[in-house]
């Protein structure tokens, strides 16, 4: 499929599913642009989820995002429990004047959805040669350190910075992996890295199956992946009045009404620091990295696959076509 008929496949699912063209159309781009970078579990194969989420009202699909501004430099955000890009996409100008006149803005989102591949959003700050961060809570499934319930999420943290046409981006989870990974495998039947889950008794398990069962995801590097979403936690719900992840519904499931987590984005422009050279500085580090053979920056792999599929398109298995023209209906 080329990656206009990805984009349109997609709309046309959220918009059969009860989404308006305002929540559609950001999502259907996010899902566009994850397929585009070989992000293909919150790609196409996700969006069946998304959909049946607005059928059965644990997304609003005909929210309209309610914009505020607290203070010189913070943005509030109600997403009405509709999905977090159309929130992001309307406060995105005001987000971007008040960087450009203050030097640092940040966006606080609530009542929000998961908000997919959190690269996504600081990317759109890059390309506008800002340097950004987000924080994004979510479902539980990561037990505090010592601990064996559920009470934080994969809580992702994403970072990116304006270089040429290729920006740095830092996309990672606070746990061993992204909880949609252990999902996919359940429903392939595959096992998993140990390393990811501990099931109910605290013992480390391969099967994808126990995060049904009250096992819980290994945190990134043990106690550390744990401060690490404790961190995103208080950004992402404490600073935005959003439900702690503890309280949020699944993002897996149809049980449990909309979630209604948080976002938090902070934008900074390298122009505004009284440090002068940004760029070209940025540029002397990047060629450093790039002398060392097999060295990449993060970011780069997934503009590697971009370009591939701009021109020659993405693989799409034909059973999930079909299940995504029927929710178009």
């Known amino acids: 499929m080329s990656l206009r008929e990805v984009y349109d496949l997609s709309l046309a699912a959220l918009r059969g599913s009860g989404a308006s063209l305002q929540q559609a159309g950001p999502v259907a781009e996010s899902i566009r642009d994850a397929e585009a970078q070989g992000i293909r579990n919150v790609g196409l194969g996700y969006l069946p989820v998304y959909c049946a989420h607005l059928r059965c009202g644990k997304v ?129 039947g595959e096992r998993v890295p140990a390393t990811w889950l501990v099931d109910a008794h605290g013992v480390p398990t391969s099967d994808p199956n126990a995060l049904k069962d009250g096992a819980t995801m290994s945190p990134l590097g043990g106690a550390k992946g744990y401060g690490l979403a404790l961190m995103v936690e208080i950004m992402a719900a404490g600073l935005t009045g959003a439900n702690w992840s503890y309280q949020a519904s699944s993002f897996s499931t149809d049980e449990g009404g909309p979630p209604a987590v948080g976002q938090m984005f902070i934008a900074l422009s390298p122009a505004l620091t009284g440090a002068a050279g940004f760029g070209d500085r940025l540029g002397a580090l990047a060629e450093k990295v790039h002398e060392q053979s097999g060295a990449r920056l993060p970011g780069e792999r997934r503009h590697a696959h971009r370009v591939v599929a701009a021109s020659q398109g993405v693989s799409v298995p034909e059973d999930l076509i079909e299940v995504l023209i029927g929710l178009s209906a």
Request: proline letters at 7%.
């Open 60 to 188: 609003n699909g005909q929210a309209v995002p309610h914009v505020t501004q607290s203070a010189p430099s913070w943005l509030r955000v109600d997403a009405g429990h509709g999905f977090c890009h159309p929130a992001f996409v309307q406060a995105l100008p005001l987000l971007l004047e008040m960087t450009r006149r203050n030097g640092v803005a940040a966006m606080a989102i609530a009542n929000s959805y998961s908000a997919g591949v959190v690269g996504w959003f600081v990317e759109k700050l890059a390309a506008e040669g800002l340097v950004a961060l987000a924080f994004a809570n979510t479902s539980p499934c990561i037990a505090p350190w010592g601990g064996n319930k559920a009470l934080f999420g994969t809580n992702p943290i994403a970072f990116a910075a304006p270089l040429d046409d290729t920006p740095v981006v830092v996309d990672m989870a606070a746990s061993a992996t992204a909880r949609v990974n252990i999902v996919s495998a359940a429903s392939k």
